[in-house]
């Protein structure tokens, strides 16, 4: 198994442009989900899914959107880039809502708004 | 909503020193999650503990978890510059069974010096 892949693994943009963060999981894992992680902020919660066609917003949903169309892919798209959305982004996947099972993260996404 | 705590927020030591990381929460904690992050890398999980007083280790690293569920501490022994990297604690925000959407603390930074 790959596990949870992203892609790309670093982003530069300028402000206003539109971008999709890509994640992929080959563990068959119905929740995914997306975070941030700032300097001295740790990791914030964006958006999550509970399984294909069900998502919902995290902490800090604003100037992101997510879809689930299929079990594997969960990307992350971000329609009018901004400076502070420059962060590195983690995809992770959990294989069940027991909470004895922990996150599977992905390698993460930096991304650089200019 | 769950706020997590860490400190130190950094913390040197010379290699074979023992070390201490905690994570103290504002809510009982219903599953308690604890990380190890290497620059420009995922999360790896280290370890879970659930149950107030419930204890775990692994290799020189051991987590515990307090009898009332609102503060954990990671203790590193004969610490090795293999151990250097970012420490974070991730909690389930609601009462057990939300593994999929966790609120982390700020991290630790650990450096070891040879």
């Known amino acids: 198994n790959a596990g949870v892949t992203q892609t790309p693994k670093f982003q530069v943009l300028k402000t206003g442009q539109s971008m999709t963060l890509q994640c992929a999981q080959d563990?068959?894992?119905?929740?995914m989900s997306w975070y941030r992680q700032d300097p001295g902020m740790g990791l914030r919660l964006i958006h999550y899914?509970?399984?294909?066609?069900?998502?919902d917003q995290g902490e800090v949903p604003n100037g992101y959107n997510v879809s689930r169309s299929t079990t594997e892919d969960f990307p992350l798209r971000l329609l009018s880039a901004a400076p502070s959305q420059t962060s590195v982004y983690f995809c992770?996947?959990?294989?069940?809502?027991?909470?004895?099972?922990?996150?599977?993260f992905g390698p993460g996404t930096r991304l650089l708004v200019l | 909503s769950q706020e997590l705590e860490q400190s130190p927020q950094s913390l040197i030591v010379q290699e074979g020193k023992n070390l201490t990381i905690n994570c103290t929460s504002s809510?009982?904690?219903?599953?308690l999650y604890w990380y190890k992050q290497k620059y420009g890398e995922g999360l790896i999980f280290l370890m879970m503990?659930?149950?107030?007083?419930e204890e775990k280790s692994h290799e020189k690293i051991t987590a515990k978890l307090d009898e009332k569920k609102q503060q954990s501490s990671l203790h590193i022994t004969a610490s090795q510059p293999s151990h250097a990297g970012i420490y974070l604690c991730?909690?389930?925000?609601?009462?057990?069974?939300?593994?999929?959407?966790?609120?982390f603390g700020k991290g630790t930074l650990l450096t070891v010096n040879p």
């Open positions: 992770a996947s959990t294989p069940d809502r027991v909470y004895q099972e922990t996150q599977y």
């Open positions: 563990m068959n894992h119905e929740y």
């Open positions: 899914s509970v399984g294909a066609g069900i998502t």
């Open positions: 809510k009982t904690l219903y599953g």
């Open positions: 503990l659930q149950k107030g007083g």
């Open positions: 991730g909690a389930d925000k609601g009462s057990g069974g939300s593994n999929y959407k966790l609120t």
